[in-house]
């Protein structure tokens, strides 16, 4: 900036400068006054504008998130969910097309409470922020351009699904179901479920709705087919029958398994008792075992095949896994690590510590189904931009090959024994061979609980030598029925998943 | 219309001025525009053209009456009068927003300290010039400042504590700064005392220590200025200094666009005080930046007229209006900015206010007068 000199001469008597300089001086001032502030205008929109942006105050992140429909899930091709126009300051809340009945899978995506599960995973592609969703990257940022929210395809079978929720009915328990040959979950639900459109949005509606939700004692919100452990009881045998094939501990399933009768743990003079008299009797097969669910047998070929292979074979299974990410991370499945041998004959009939989430006894069935192979589970098979385009695809994932496929093929026997001959009848399907293992186990103090009623099978057509196209897990938990039996109970709910499946 | 007026009786005046002033004029009845229309039942864009139109119109009036800046002189003891009364006026008023600084005459309100702001630049820039060398030379000298004589201090001191005072007791802390901070801009130009200067800050420190001790109006604000994100760690919620940063921030560099920003999470005053913010969030910093350099052009022309002319009246008035407008952009933006603290005050010609803009186009007015003088090639007879 320069200034002109007066052309004329002013008065600067005593040698002090004129007006000319000091004007000059004080115009300097007045610019820096407006320098001071394009700096500071600088420092704020420039330099702390990222941490102003997300400041927890600051609702404009929020405002812009709601300001388009949010992508959507699909099961079968078709969107389960959708958004509605608000006519508030957030413009787009979330609609689900049946919400009690796919809960379990989309989880929640509230503007007041947040966004769990697949909606929480998946976020940042349903609402558009996801980076691969961008065409032009620097044009966008330059524009503002906001992206479409994309979609996730599910891997549900919504007749599997419909099959499971109305299967469970008022009882609380849950269903997993899994496509045993690439872990492609078709069903999980949960009851009692809940409304994931009844708290979307930000009105007092919506938040009476959640405080109901949050205040009631059967915990509707909890997502029981991934989220909760139970004790497996009895279905867990399956594993150890794997085990101990797979180690040599049984060769022949015909054979007399040397388990003795009474079977008292070792280190204890407690006997591990049957919960039928046909159990009780010495040389029993392992086929016998199995299909009469016979806790002596089972428990003395666990202590036999030993601590640390009973918790290898486990693992092959889920258990002790932490970070069972399916995306939405399932609860960790526990099989003790550190045990004496009683403990462990308990924890090889599914009792003690052991206890296991729906989705962990699905893949145990799966496992039995593929030939050993126990794959990856996974919800989702692909994440694609709002025009359909592919963003993502899922490929199936070996998880644990688990044993070879001979031992399979005689743990198949031993559960479709349990389906033809035991206490799994009522699990049979005309025109399809089943294989299961039920399961009742015993929970709280001194056992007084009701009963977890549980059964686990897969299925396929008659006379098909193909890899099983569902393998399934139910759970009953505090069912009102007399007598709680895995066979009774949850037994029929599996063969109906099952029916859904096969009969697509 | 007005640029014919200033062809016919200001030729040679500053061929900047005008354009900046219509186009500072015209961002903000567009910025007034767009938030109108996010705020129900409102009208404010219609009644500020209404306003623009009445001061264009005492623009071109200013120019066509006031042939010779330097009649102005002569009015100056009556001009701090009036102002003086205008500043006293709203007192009597009730006060709006935590301040008394309106007048309220049925639908009818402004704000006189406005309009005083003229007068009293008015009658600083006739004052200093007819004592300046009183004022520089004589005195005793105290350790190496050279204090003026009181009788010829005494007048200047008692005004200024006067409308100082006033406005203190009016809680209008951005009017007071405002004239402290011309006050002291034109003595020193007058004068050239450094010294003074330094009186001055001593001065502006020790009276801005004792308010903020004393009114909580003005504590608070320092609080907010100093922690302006406090509230919300406080569970408060933002406040409006977090908001406008908020909306600052949210424009970045390019900007929003207009009408895609959110600054009516500001609350209140966002087409007045706060308007600034929604220049920011929406134009981005490069808007802002053209807004800086709009009113730096205005401020320097100002100068650059002040320091061509030749006679002390009109220098220090032209000086003192440039001021005038300089500290004012500060004292509003710099509020916003959270450089210092917020001070209820309208950026010139952006900001709603049928005052501020009537007033900011006299200012205008009375720099084409004075720069119309200054680049007149051969001076004429009278001059």
């Given amino acids: ?504 | 219309m007005a640029h014919a007026a200033v062809r016919w009786r200001a030729t040679w005046a500053d061929p900047l001025l005008l354009p900046i002033a219509v186009l500072l004029n015209g961002i903000g009845l567009v910025v007034i525009y767009r938030l109108d229309r996010n705020t129900p039942n409102s009208e404010a864009a219609p009644t500020q053209l209404l306003w623009s139109t009445l001061g264009v119109g005492l623009f071109i009036a200013v120019l066509l009456l006031l042939r010779d800046h330097r009649r102005l002189q002569r009015y100056a003891y009556v001009g701090a009068f009036v102002a003086l009364v205008l500043l006293v006026l709203p007192v009597f008023f009730p006060p709006v927003y935590g301040s008394r600084i309106w007048i309220t005459l049925g639908p009818l309100s402004f704000q006189p300290g406005e309009f005083a702001k003229i007068l009293l630049a008015v009658f600083f820039a006739a004052y200093l010039a007819a004592h300046r060398d009183a004022l520089a030379l004589t005195g005793r000298k105290v350790l190496w400042f050279q204090l003026p004589l009181g009788r010829v201090l005494g007048p200047v001191l008692l005004i200024w504590a006067a409308f100082v005072g006033v406005l203190v007791l009016e809680t209008d802390l951005g009017t007071s700064l405002l004239f402290f901070g011309l006050f002291v801009v034109m003595l020193y130009v007058a004068t050239a005392r450094t010294g003074w200067i330094v009186i001055g800050l001593l001065l502006s420190a020790l009276a801005a220590v004792g308010v903020g001790w004393l009114s909580p109006h003005v504590h608070s604000r320092v609080t907010e200025w100093l922690h302006p994100l406090a509230s919300i760690g406080a569970g408060q919620g933002a406040n409006q200094i977090a908001q406008s940063l908020f909306a600052f921030a949210w424009g970045g560099q390019l900007g929003t666009g207009l009408g895609l920003g959110h600054s009516s999470l500001i609350g209140f005053a966002t087409k007045s005080d706060f308007i600034l913010a929604t220049v920011g969030e929406e134009l981005g910093l490069t808007g802002l930046f053209a807004v800086f350099l709009l009113y730096a052009l205005l401020v320097s022309r100002g100068f650059r007229t002040g320091i061509a002319l030749r006679d002390p009246f009109g220098r220090l008035l032209a000086i003192g209006l440039a001021a005038l407008v300089a500290i004012q952009v500060f004292v509003v933006a710099g509020g916003v900015l959270d450089l210092i603290p917020l001070t209820g005050m309208t950026l010139p010609f952006i900001a709603q206010g049928g005052s501020s803009v009537v007033t900011n186009w006299v200012i205008v007015a009375l720099l084409v007068r004075t720069s119309d003088l200054a680049r007149r090639p051969v001076p004429e007879e009278d001059a």
């Fill in chain 1, 1 to 504: 900036m320069r200034f002109t000199r007066p052309a004329g001469t002013n008065g600067s008597p005593q040698g002090l400068p004129g007006i000319s300089t000091t004007g000059r001086r004080a115009g300097t001032f007045c610019m820096l006054l407006i320098v001071a502030l394009a700096l500071q205008a600088t420092r704020v929109q420039v330099f702390q504008k990222k941490e102003l942006d997300h400041n927890s105050a600051n609702q404009r992140a929020t405002i812009q998130r709601y300001s388009q429909p949010r992508g959507n899930l699909l099961v079968a091709g078709q969107p389960v969910t959708g958004s509605a126009e608000t006519g508030g300051r957030y413009a787009y809340k979330r609609t689900y097309t049946d919400g009690a009945l796919y809960a379990a899978v989309t989880g929640y995506s509230s503007q007041t409470y947040g966004n769990t599960q697949l909606e929480g995973v998946y976020d940042d592609l349903l609402s558009g922020t996801d980076p691969r969703l961008a065409g032009w990257a620097v044009w966008d940022a330059v524009t503002r351009q906001q992206q479409p929210g994309g979609d996730v395809v599910t891997t549900i079978d919504p007749a599997a699904q419909r099959a499971a929720t109305q299967g469970l009915g008022n009882q609380k328990g849950a269903v997993a179901a899994i496509e045993p040959a690439t872990g492609r979950i078709l069903a999980l639900a949960s009851t009692p479920g809940y409304d994931p459109g009844s708290f979307a949005g930000t009105s007092t509606a919506d938040q009476a709705a959640w405080e109901k939700l949050q205040d009631d004692p059967d915990q509707p919100m909890l997502n029981r087919a991934l989220r909760q452990i139970y004790p497996p009881g009895s279905t867990f045998k399956v594993v150890t029958a794997a085990a101990a094939l797979a180690n040599g501990v049984v060769t022949d399933i015909d054979a007399p398994t040397g388990a003795p009768y009474p079977y008292v743990m070792p280190g204890t003079t407690t006997p591990l008792n049957n919960d039928t008299g046909a159990c009780d009797r010495a040389g029993l097969s392992l086929d016998e075992a199995v299909t009469l669910s016979c806790n002596s047998v089972m428990g003395y070929l666990g202590v036999q095949v030993g601590l640390d292979r009973m918790t290898a074979m486990a693992r092959n299974f889920g258990f002790n896994d932490a970070k069972l990410d399916v995306p939405v991370r399932a609860a960790r499945a526990n099989f003790d690590t550190d045990m004496n041998e009683s403990q462990l004959a308990l924890s090889s009939i599914g009792q003690y510590d052991t206890a296991a989430t729906p989705l962990v006894m699905a893949m145990v069935a799966a496992g039995a189904a593929n030939d050993g192979q126990v794959m990856y589970p996974q919800l989702v098979d692909k994440l694609t931009k709002a025009d359909g385009s592919q963003v993502q695809l899922m490929h199936p994932t070996l998880y644990r090959q688990a044993f070879g496929s001979s031992v399979a093929r005689q743990l198949q026997q031993l559960m479709v024994g349990v389906v033809e001959n035991g206490t799994g009848r009522n699990a049979r399907i005309p025109g399809a061979e089943v294989g299961g293992k039920t399961g009742t186990a015993q929970h709280g103090v001194d056992n007084t609980g009701t009963p977890y009623a549980w059964f686990i099978a897969w299925a396929r057509p008659a006379g098909s030598a193909a890899v099983p196209p569902v393998a399934v897990a139910v759970v009953v938990a505090d069912s009102q029925a007399d007598d709680v039996t895995g066979g009774g109970l949850a037994a029929p709910i599996a063969k109906s998943v099952m029916q859904a499946v096969l009969g697509r």
